[in-house]
């Protein structure tokens, strides 16, 4: 299934009224933006790829998948306030799509959960969060890639002030009793995403 199907599909399983094409049509549009490195249509596919997995433990998985859709739709690295825009894009593709003001409500709890600054306790949160933090616990060779992504979209920000930082977040995931929030997500990533933002921090430190 391509993603412009997956998309479809969702649209479909929603009930959402107007042209499900157009509104793809901008999401790739905001993914494809070129100061996007990592967060772009392939960090949306991998994550919709890791909720086809867990589709089956969610509560509201149309919610969640609505919100893994939308949820770096707005990509700013000069800003601070990202993640509580791309919610009121979401919020405002839900109301021009005739959907009810409680799935808006929804979307903007997940999307703003995506700042990472505090441990969710909501099911379907927990699962949204650990899907993103999912690139964390990949082999050695994506996580580097990642890391090299992320500094390129950073590239404005001198090298002394992306590396604090930088060290400081990835620290902070460090310094969690457990970096996911799911046990079925540290079961399967929580060791080697422990071991890549090591190696990560030893070579931000060198």
Request: charged share 30%; with cysteine; hydrophobic share 35%.
């Amino acid at each position: 299934m391509t993603q412009e199907q997956r998309w479809t599909a969702l649209w479909k399983r929603l009930g959402a009224r107007g042209d499900a094409s157009k509104v793809y049509n901008d999401l790739v549009a905001r993914y494809s933006e070129p100061h996007r490195a990592y967060h772009t249509l392939e960090h949306i596919g991998h994550c919709l790829d890791e909720f086809e997995q867990v589709r089956n433990l969610v509560t509201n998985p149309d919610t969640v998948e609505l919100a893994l859709w939308y949820h770096d739709t707005i990509y700013d690295t000069k800003a601070k306030d990202s993640e509580e825009r791309s919610a009121v894009l979401a919020v405002e593709m839900v109301r021009n799509a005739s959907l009810p003001d409680d799935l808006g409500l929804s979307v903007v709890n997940l999307i703003t959960a995506t700042k990472h600054t505090s441990v969710p306790t909501d099911p379907d949160v927990q699962l949204l969060v650990d899907i993103d933090l999912s690139i964390l616990g990949q082999s050695e060779d994506k996580f580097d890639e990642y890391e090299r992504q992320v500094r390129r979209e950073y590239e404005w920000v001198a090298e002394d002030a992306f590396v604090a930082g930088r060290s400081a977040i990835l620290k902070s995931f460090l310094d969690r009793s457990a970096i996911y929030s799911t046990q079925l997500f540290r079961n399967k990533y929580e060791t080697q995403a422990r071991r890549n933002i090591a190696r990560s921090l030893a070579r931000l430190r060198a």
